[in-house]
């Protein structure tokens, strides 16, 4: 499994743009990026997922650089409810698709 | 709306008892996974299923068991609960196809004493 290494915690001001780093030098061709939070003690949420290009839903950006060893999540206005811990995980199909998580980065948005 | 719901939400039990946790979804998915959450450790895959009759082991299945008899539910069974089995627990599941996200429960805080 291709290892994801983020920073422990990050702060950001409320109405600004959060950018969560994460490195996953060792990826494969066939292997997503994906990214979850966790607020408080609730099930991860999905937010969103990319292989190879940049992807854009409803709650953020992913920006995945073109050698694909490391991808930037963008909250575009975050709010004190993006309060979360971030998950950047690599889901790989030589290992069965599994999920698994890292310790993650606690963001914290201040008001 | 499909949904994926973990029961109990809370549970406390001694040590030596066998306990079991429930998870349930109705998104017809055929990939369920179980977690293990603890201070420190962010989430880790306790056991996962591909489909009806299969069982996997994760990282850390020492101590629990799986079953899955049917596409919607995947109980996890503590055969014989360990204070260090105390744990937050969440299931998850998803399609089957690559690419796919999974969904979460809200988790079974679980107490051995």
């Known amino acids: 499994d291709a290892k994801t290494t983020q920073p422990p915690s990050m702060d950001c001001a409320e109405g600004r743009a959060a950018n969560l780093p994460c490195n996953h030098s060792t990826i494969s061709g066939n292997e997503y990026v994906y990214w979850y939070r966790q607020i408080h003690s609730q099930g991860p949420q999905y937010i969103i997922h990319?292989?190879?290009n940049n992807e854009t839903n409803e709650m953020a950006s992913l920006i995945i650089t073109e050698d694909r060893k490391s991808s930037t999540l963008i909250l575009p206005h975050a709010t004190l409810r993006d309060t979360a811990v971030y998950y950047c995980?690599?889901?790989?199909?030589?290992?069965?698709?599994?999920?698994?998580f890292g310790t993650g980065t606690s963001l914290t948005v201040i008001p | 709306d499909a949904e994926i719901t973990q029961s109990p939400r809370h549970k406390i039990t001694e040590t030596g008892r066998q306990v079991t946790l429930a998870c349930h979804q109705t998104?017809?998915?055929?990939?369920m996974f179980w977690y293990r959450q603890d201070l420190g450790h962010g989430l880790r895959l306790i056991h996962y299923?591909?489909?009806?009759?299969?069982?996997n082991k994760g990282e850390v299945s020492d101590g629990y068991s799986v079953s899955r008899s049917n596409t919607e539910d995947l109980p996890l069974t503590l055969e014989s609960a360990a204070s260090s089995q105390t744990s937050v627990y969440f299931c998850a599941s998803s399609e089957s196809k690559i690419g796919a996200e999974a969904f979460f429960g809200q988790g079974t805080r679980l107490t051995v004493v």
């Open positions: 990319g292989l190879k």
């Open positions: 299923s591909y489909g009806v009759q299969d069982t």
């Open positions: 998104w017809n998915h055929n990939n």
């Open positions: 995980i690599v889901r790989s199909p030589n290992t069965g698709n599994q999920f698994y």
